[in-house]
Every structure is written in C-alpha cells, then in structure tokens.
C-alpha cells in the first residue's frame, strides 16, 4: 500500500505542478481568458489517462493465462524502464520545469487557441499516462487486495490537495529533497516490479527457470502474514524467489541506486584553491561558495 501511496503521492504531485504552472503563468500575465483552453486539454488529458488505465486492467481479460502473463509481465518490465527515466529526468530538469512549460505555453499562445489545448494535453497528458502505467504495474506486483489501490488513491489525492496549497502559497516543499527521496524509494519499488515481471515471464512460458529457486523463505515470512504483506506492498518482496529474478533485482537496484545517488546528491564540486603564500596573516578570510 505505501509503495503505491508514494507513486501516486510523486506522480500526482508532478501532474499538479505542471497544472499550477501554466494556471500561474496566464494570471500573472492577465491572460484568464485563455484558461479555459488550458482546463479543456488538462480535462482530455485526465480522460485519456483513465481510459488508458481501464484499458491495462480490462484488456487482457479472457486472454489465456500465458497471455495474461505474457503481457503483464512485458508492461511492467516496461513500467520499469520509464520510471527510471522519469526519476533520472526530473532529478535533471526539475529546477528548469517552471521555465520550460513558460515557454513552450508562450509559443502556443502565439499559434493560437488550438494550440493552448494541444500543449495542455501534452503536457499533464504524458505524466498522467505514466501515472497509470505506475500504478497499474505497483498495483499488479502488490496483489489483488484493496490495499495497493486504496494506497494509490490516498496518494493522488494527496497530491492534488498539495499542488493546491502550494499554487495558493500556504505550503513550501523542499521539491529537491521531496524528488531525492522519492527517487532512492522508487528505485527500490522499481526493481520490485523488475522482479514481479520477470516471475510473469517465467510463468507465462517466455523466460525458464521458473522452478529454480534462489531462495525460499515462506515458512519464516510466510506471505498472508503481517510483515509477509507488508513486504510485499512496500518492497513488492516475494518470500519465493527465483535465481533470475533475484539476479535482475540485483543488476537493476545497484547499479541505477550508485547512478542515481551521485546524480542527485551528488552536487557540483567546489574547485580546488591554492593559498598565496605572500598573503598575510591578518587578511579577510577567504569566502566559499555553497552548492
């Protein structure tokens, strides 16, 4: 369930900031008359999104099982591969975001009405596209209880209520740290769902070693336990792990975890001084920059 809260909480948050960002952008510029074509492409995109998510859930059903399979596990292998897009782009782009919607909504402006829509659609369509494939792919690799949708929802709406308040200036976010955190989380919940696909995989006849397990441990964490599901809707933890999933968990979350850490916390590096060796001693003390 938290798994799914934090995407919702993330994904929602960034569909929110984009929204107040051009709501922002028109009425310190005294351009509310053109709200409404931002709200009609913001309204097409939320349709779009659900209809795309109603389309994960109903599509494969009467499929075979191997198909269900088949397609569940390809979708979140594909879910996968744009969350860690996602979290990579906005740890680059989040301080340029503002900037970039100004700009691409000052050009639709000048093309026309039509336009204004378009770019709307756009712009809340693709993170409303991808909140779907997330929360499709966390809610599929948590289980079929209430929990992981109840999550989900807790954390969209979250999202909106947050959005609003920031749009209205009652809550400032840290969005550096907000996105820093959420990222080392998700790389985790990603390889979870890695993980959760590559057993679809195997189930569906696509991958082999289905029964090669790399470890078993249902008696000590047994899944219907409390902990077992709380694993399960935190981490996406399978008590019965197979070699190839443990290994594509293990080259997944290492690498993308080191990447992602020393891109996001990195910071740039100060350049390195050398004292003057006449100055003297009472001279000011030297300033430093700050990250």
């Given at each position: 369930m938290f798994a799914n809260y934090l995407i919702g909480l993330r994904e929602g948050l960034e569909a929110a900031l984009v929204i107040g960002i051009l709501v922002a952008y028109l009425v310190?510029?005294?351009?509310?008359?053109l709200?409404?074509?931002v709200w009609l492409g913001i309204g097409i995109a939320v349709i779009v999104s659900f209809a795309f998510g109603a389309i994960l859930t109903l599509g494969p059903q009467?499929?075979?099982?191997?198909?269900?399979?088949?397609?569940?596990?390809?979708?979140?292998?594909?879910?996968?591969?744009?969350?860690?897009?996602?979290?990579?782009?906005?740890?680059?782009?989040?301080?340029?975001?503002?900037?970039?919607?100004?700009?691409?909504?000052e050009k639709a402006i000048a093309v026309g009405k039509g336009a204004i829509?378009?770019?709307?659609?756009?712009?809340?369509?693709?993170?409303?596209?991808?909140?779907?494939?997330?929360?499709?792919?966390?809610?599929?690799?948590?289980?079929?209880?209430?929990?992981p949708i109840t999550g989900a929802v807790l954390g969209l709406l979250t999202a909106i209520?947050?959005?609003?308040?920031?749009?209205?200036?009652?809550?400032?976010?840290?969005?550096?740290?907000?996105?820093?955190?959420t990222g080392v989380f998700l790389v985790i919940v990603a390889g979870?769902?890695?993980?959760?696909?590559?057993?679809?995989?195997?189930?569906?006849?696509?991958?082999?070693g289905l029964n090669n397990l790399a470890f078993d441990v249902s008696a000590q964490v047994p899944p219907s336990s409390w902990y077992g599901t709380a694993l399960k809707g935190i981490f996406n933890f399978s008590s019965a792990t197979t070699v190839l999933q443990a290994i594509a968990w293990v080259a997944y979350v290492v690498p993308v975890m080191w990447l992602f850490v020393r891109m996001a916390f990195g910071g740039p590096k100060r350049p390195?001084?050398?004292?003057?060796?006449?100055?003297?001693?009472t001279s000011a003390p030297l300033t430093t920059t700050t990250a």
């Open positions: 310190k510029t005294n351009r509310r008359e709200l409404p074509q009467g499929l075979s099982f191997e198909a269900q399979e088949a397609i569940g596990g390809t979708l979140s292998i594909v879910a996968v591969g744009l969350i860690t897009w996602m979290i990579f782009w906005m740890g680059k782009t989040a301080r340029f975001l503002k900037t970039n919607l100004e700009t691409a909504l829509v378009g770019m709307a659609l756009i712009a809340v369509g693709r993170e409303g596209l991808e909140t779907a494939l997330f929360l499709w792919a966390g809610i599929e690799a948590a289980g079929s209880s209430t929990g209520a947050l959005g609003y308040l920031i749009y209205r200036g009652a809550v400032k976010l840290n969005l550096r740290a907000f996105f820093q955190w979870g769902v890695l993980a959760y696909g590559i057993h679809d995989l195997q189930e569906a006849g696509i991958l082999p390195a001084t050398k004292p003057e060796p006449s100055a003297p001693a």
